[in-house]
């Protein structure tokens, strides 16, 4: 029956990206993205009820699950928000009924490419998987055809298919240190069977697959100096494609990571992933938090922002243990929610003032009360502030690394302060002050956007028992 809703989480959105690509009407077809993603949100809640039975190629613990239903509910508030957002993209004439039907088929190929990736037990499956997520969000990052989204679209396929090159590289020589072990053919790539295997791998080749894994999928996670493709891809394409690339697929990319860091950590030969991946994280949190003062574009802004969480999110696996496992976990989780929550706010700005610029757009909380304090509060979040639940998880960052490298501590909360800074100085004037830009209501719905707010508000006052106690084993499985 596991193996089963395993099954259903690949076969919905595959099934639903070919009809939906036939559908020519736009109501029809928004209604059955919303309903498609509900779907597989729902079967995903289902693998914490059945025990989960893996397989060769599908894999279901501890790890997963929680990156699985993050992902499917964050896909389906995005698909909510997308059907009123692509309307008024069509109505203003920017997309075309015949992009429409492109976009939702896209939308599930994409949901099916990242369930793909972290169902997969199989580690050349997982990169296909990933790979197939790229090659869908380039073609929805140009889906406007203007110059600057088919260049952003352009980078993002060089450079991402680099990044992929790289983590393919070290996909074959993980295989190749396993093969001596474990023989040749598909068992060599099973990831149960690696784990269990990996303290008799050579050492010498773990080591350097990882370094080019971590280069390959930090690319797609966007850390520094890896990040160009982010802050145009989020600028120029839809706003719900960039509430799931900043929510949903730079985590996919981190949870391939995750699962190698695992590899690594029961060989005893091996180096330490730690040191470099805290290396990498913290120079990601500094340079995007230098980043935010010199943004003129809001959507631009908050790319920037997602690869300081990104480097905040690394930067505690790479400290490991316990403890920073677990606000690795919780920071990833509330910043997918909060991220992705601004976004929508992002979203209605822009079809309210008609520009993303940030000079043109004021005063929202007069304008429009509702949109203006609902982007106020989302910054007020993600930038860690009390009782919000990111202000945990970054306490818990900050506690772990204070008790074993206080140095370290020095240059993350400096980042984080930086980055406070740099967010409240360029939101404060769109939020407060002189009016600017058309005064239209915004016609998306709030819904997606307050309910992740108040998710995020809940998580900062209250863990269900059940989540800690999920999220505390995750966190001894990671090491």
């Not at 093969?179 to 790539?189: K, L, N, Q, S, Y």
């Not at 606000?327 to 992002?346: D, N, P, Q, Y």
């Not at 079809?351 to 304090?373: E, H, M, R």
Request: aromatic fraction near 10%; glycine fraction near 10%; proline fraction near 5%.
């Amino acid at each position: 029956m596991t193996l089963d809703a395993l099954n259903t989480i690949l076969l919905i959105p595959a099934v639903s990206a070919a009809g939906l690509a036939l559908l020519p009407g736009y109501r029809l077809s928004a209604r059955l993205n919303v309903m498609a993603t509900l779907l597989t949100f729902l079967t995903a809640l289902s693998l914490f009820v059945v025990e989960p039975v893996s397989g060769q190629y599908l894999l279901v613990d501890d790890l997963n699950k929680v990156f699985i239903v993050l992902t499917t509910f964050i896909g389906f508030t995005t698909s909510v928000f997308s059907a009123s957002y692509i309307e008024h993209e069509i109505d203003i004439g920017r997309l075309t009924p015949g992009f429409l039907r492109f976009y939702h088929a896209m939308y599930q190929a994409l949901m099916f490419s990242m369930n793909l990736a972290l169902v997969a037990n199989n580690i050349g499956l997982m990169w296909v998987a990933v790979e197939v997520a790229t090659l869908t969000t380039v073609l929805m990052v140009g889906i406007y055809r203007t110059h600057e989204a088919l260049e952003a679209a352009w980078k993002y396929f060089i450079l991402g298919s680099v990044g992929i090159a790289l983590a393919l590289f070290g996909t074959i020589l993980v295989y190749m240190a396993a093969r001596p072990v474990i023989g040749e053919g598909t068992d060599a790539m099973v990831w149960t069977v690696l784990v269990s295997r990996a303290a008799a791998f050579d050492p010498a080749l773990l080591n350097v697959a990882f370094v080019f894994l971590l280069l390959g999928y930090g690319t797609k996670v966007g850390l520094a100096p890896l990040h160009a493709w982010l802050p145009d891809a989020h600028a120029e394409g839809p706003t719900p494609i960039s509430a799931v690339l900043s929510g949903l697929l730079l985590n996919v990319a981190l949870y391939a990571l995750l699962r190698f860091k695992m590899l690594l950590a029961v060989n005893p030969g091996s180096i330490a992933p730690g040191p470099l991946m805290v290396t990498m994280g913290l120079i990601s949190v500094i340079f995007a938090s230098l980043m935010l003062y010199r943004r003129r574009d809001i959507k631009r802004m908050f790319a920037y922002s997602s690869i300081e969480h990104m480097g905040i999110i690394v930067f505690a696996f790479g400290m490991g243990g316990p403890l920073a496992n677990f606000a690795g976990l919780l920071h990833m989780t509330m910043h997918s929610l909060t991220k992705s929550a601004i976004f929508f706010a992002v979203g209605h700005i822009a079809q309210v003032k008609g520009t993303q610029k940030i000079a043109d757009i004021g005063g929202l909380t007069v304008s429009n009360p509702v949109l203006g304090w609902g982007l106020m509060l989302g910054v007020v979040a993600i930038v860690g502030l009390p009782p919000l639940g990111i202000f945990m998880s970054e306490f818990l960052v900050v506690s772990s690394t204070f008790t074993r490298a206080p140095w370290l501590t020095i240059i993350l909360v400096l980042g984080l302060l930086i980055a406070l800074g740099g967010l409240f100085l360029r939101v404060g004037g769109v939020v407060f002050g002189e009016v600017r830009g058309p005064t239209a209501p915004a016609e998306a719905s709030y819904v997606p956007m307050f309910t992740h707010l108040a998710l995020v508000l809940l998580a900062g006052i209250y863990l269900p028992p059940v989540l800690v106690a999920g999220f505390q084993n995750v966190a001894r499985l990671l090491g």
